[in-house]
């Protein structure tokens, strides 16, 4: 079965900037898009997906990712 990030990753078409959707998908919770982001940055030095720009947000304490584009380079 694959993550949330791999399915967007298989779902992005190569060369176009693609953004993370939230609000009112299975990311909407900060938690699991935070999760998602981040594995979106390791595909990043896999060499999968260049990240584009990400903003970051305070949510209960902890610092998240709240907001993350990349494009797929394969």
Do not use: H, W
Not at 8 to 21: A, F
Not at 24 to 53: Q, R, W
Not at 61 to 70: A, P, R, S, Y
């Amino acid at each position: 079965m694959a993550t949330i990030a791999q399915s967007v990753y298989l779902d992005s078409l190569p060369g176009l900037v693609c953004k993370l959707n939230g609000p009112g998908t299975a990311l909407d919770n900060p938690f699991v898009y935070d999760d998602a982001a981040k594995e979106l940055k390791l595909m990043a030095v896999s060499g999968l997906v260049e990240i584009i720009s990400e903003r970051s947000m305070q949510y209960a304490g902890d610092q998240l990712i709240g907001e993350i584009t990349f494009k797929r380079l394969s």
